[in-house]
């Protein structure tokens, strides 16, 4: 399944411009929210400044919207280095086309698109557009920063809500803040300075965690129906309101269902059997739906379609345990493998996914339904060890979902060099791969062709001039979360001529490289562990009788992780085997120090793991 950045509160910035630009500024970005007989009316202005060509893609602008909102563009202008404007936009040079997304949970489905260029440097561009709506979950998810690539020197946002409208607001300590009543209305507004996207850093924080924002969110709304963000419990009830009546199936359906589980009275058997049977009827697409992508498309839909997105796909499948007598609950979650951790203080809409949550026997099944290929009951990295609202009718709360561990991600690799008559040599591989490398391969298993497949077995091997002659992914039962992956060809030689001597680098593992702590500027956040071992052998028949220095072995166990690589030799065979555990956690600049000692350590081993022939 593809993946799409996965940031929801970055979702809702407006406006995705697509460039590589290095030399423009966004000098001004203001917002207005006005709130008035329950409907929402934002207007948003730019001011923007390209000053050469290699920025010019800056000019290109994309205004996303959903289906039930209202977009009209205000004003659109260039404005020559003197101040003249010299271009205004037109209505028709306006392209309003679909963007039907098939990874979204909160779905846009529409793009406003056009393009202010102009061809004398520098020149500045404006524009101002209006989007209303008549029913919203939110106030505001605002972000002082207009794109990744290039500062924001002044933004601002400036709400407008009757006085007695309840609100809560969430937003960042360095946004200056203040509030005002006049002419019956609470006034609120935020200003922020230069903005940036920091510098990237390996295992950064979450983007939503890095940039400054501002949430404001109704006590109370419509949105398909009534709903509360006063508790988890209310704003969850409000999900199992708006979908109300969506969990019932057809006849046809029953009596298939009926047909899988004949003689089945275990219940686990039960959701093993109509999970399976999901996954091989149906296909996951989104689709678009009214209420900005939050409501289910009912399991009917699923039955006669055979497809879904991940809310109608979850749907069904809790139809169908509904009617085979095993609760489920629907749980949303925030997708990603670097997702935000929600803010449990403010509830609200703060998911991207949804999955099924089975409690059985004292225990939880996790189903995730939009995927054909993944086992049953497992978390992937992209929704392990993390907060998830469960849907359930009066009691819906925040759970955590399960936790990769170190023996889940395992990633095990075994080498045999073998030196031919000819001088020269061949190695043979095979993986045992688990966690983020089983998902990696159990994707290019089940949706990549033959070639496609060979050419990610081979990139995956930093072998010097490595040629693959025979390879193959090995899939156990659909259950197993354990891929193999084996490959075997030519290499070059990993003896090294240093002088009058033979040198063998042989430790495989690589070490993520992490910053020196003097350049080091976010903490560190590693969201499930990794944990990589490798197996070695080299078989030094055809060099037998000459002498052979290996390092000494090593063992490092702090509380960071842990690392190991130990040698031998035994009848003119070497063995070399490597282990390299980082844990999970989030470490803050203070401890990053002895982290990066850590890290350090290892690489300087690695640096003088050589063995040397004479």
């Given amino acids: 399944m593809k993946r799409k950045n996965l940031y929801i509160f970055l979702s809702f910035l407006s406006v995705l411009l697509v460039f ?64 003249n404007i010299v271009r205004k936009l037109r209505k028709k040079d306006i392209l309003t086309k679909s963007d039907r997304s098939y990874e979204t949970f909160f779905q846009d489905d529409w793009v406003e698109e056009f393009d202010l260029y102009w061809n004398e440097y520098p020149y500045r561009m404006e524009y101002v557009y209006q989007i209303v709506e008549n029913e919203f979950i939110y106030v505001a998810a605002w972000h002082p920063l207009v794109t990744s690539q290039v500062a924001t020197l002044n933004s601002s946002l400036r709400v407008e809500v009757p006085l007695n409208y309840q ?7 360095n946004i200056h803040f203040k509030q005002i009543v006049f002419d019956n209305k609470k006034i609120l507004e935020w200003n922020c300075g230069e903005q940036k996207i920091p510098d990237y850093e390996i295992y950064p924080p979450p983007l939503h965690e890095i940039l400054s924002h501002v949430f404001v969110v109704p006590h109370q709304f419509e949105y398909g129906t009534s709903g509360s963000t006063s508790s988890w419990r209310s704003f969850g009830q409000w999900y199992v309101e708006l979908n109300q009546g969506a969990d019932e199936l057809p006849l046809s359906e029953k009596t298939i269902i009926d047909r899988l589980i004949d003689g089945i009275s ?13 996954q091989e009827e149906t296909k996951y697409v989104n689709v678009s739906i009214e209420v900005g992508g939050l409501k289910s498309y009912p399991a009917t839909y699923v039955c006669e379609n055979k497809y879904g997105d991940c809310k109608a796909l979850t749907t069904y499948m809790h139809a ?24 449990k203080d403010f509830p609200g809409q703060q998911f991207s996914h949804v999955m099924l949550l089975v409690p059985i026997d004292e225990d ?19 929704y392990q060890n993390r907060m998830a609202l469960m849907v359930r009718d009066g009691a819906s709360q925040l759970v955590r979902t399960p936790t990769l561990t170190k023996e889940d991600v395992l990633e095990k690799r075994f080498y045999e060099f073998v030196q031919n008559s000819d001088k020269s040599w061949t ?22 062709g033959q070639k496609d497949q060979m050419e ?80 070695l052998i080299f078989d030094l028949s055809q060099i037998e009788g ?31 085997t490597e282990n390299f555990f980082l844990k999970s956690g989030d470490y803050s600049l203070a401890p990053y120090p002895a982290f990066y000692s850590f890290i350090n350590a290892v690489k300087n081993h690695k640096k003088s793991s050589a063995i040397i022939i004479k």
């Fill in 20 to 83: 590589d630009a290095l030399k423009a500024q966004v000098l001004d970005y203001s917002t207005l929210i006005q709130l008035e007989n329950g409907r929402k009316k934002i207007i948003k202005k730019f001011l923007i400044q390209i000053n050469d060509k290699e920025s010019n893609d800056l000019a290109h602008v994309e205004v996303e919207h959903s289906s039930s909102q209202k977009f009209s563009l205000i004003k659109a202008n260039v404005i020559d280095s003197k101040g």
């Fill in 167 to 173: 609100i809560s607001t969430d937003y960042s300590e």
């Fill in 266 to 278: 275990d219940s686990r058997e039960i959701i093993s059997v109509l999970y399976h049977y999901l």
């Fill in 320 to 343: 169908m345990l509904k009617y085979a007598g095993i609760n489920s609950y629907p749980a949303l979650v925030q997708a990603g493998s670097n997702a935000v951790e929600i803010n």
């Fill in 364 to 382: 939880t099944i996790w189903l995730e339904n939009t995927s054909s290929t993944t086992p049953l009951n497992y978390l992937s990295t992209f």
């Fill in 427 to 448: 190695v043979s591989i095979l993986k045992r791969l688990k966690g983020e490398a089983f998902e990696k391969y159990l994707y290019y298993k089940t949706h990549l």
């Fill in 456 to 535: 990610e077995v081979t990139s995956d091997i930093s072998l010097d001039l490595f040629e693959v002659e025979d390879w193959d992914i090995r899939c156990g039962d659909r259950e197993d979360t354990e891929i193999e992956v084996y490959a075997s060809g030519h290499c070059r030689s990993p003896l090294s001529d240093v002088g009058q001597w033979l040198v063998i680098y042989p430790l495989q593992i690589k070490v993520p490289d992490f910053e020196a702590p003097e350049k080091r500027n976010l903490e560190v956040k590693i969201n499930f562990p990794v944990n990589k071992s490798d197996s």
């Fill in 546 to 576: 000459r002498e052979m220095q290996i390092p000494k072995s090593i063992n490092l166990t702090n509380d960071f992780g842990s690392y190991s690589a130990t040698y031998q030799i035994a009848d003119n065979t070497l063995t070399v």
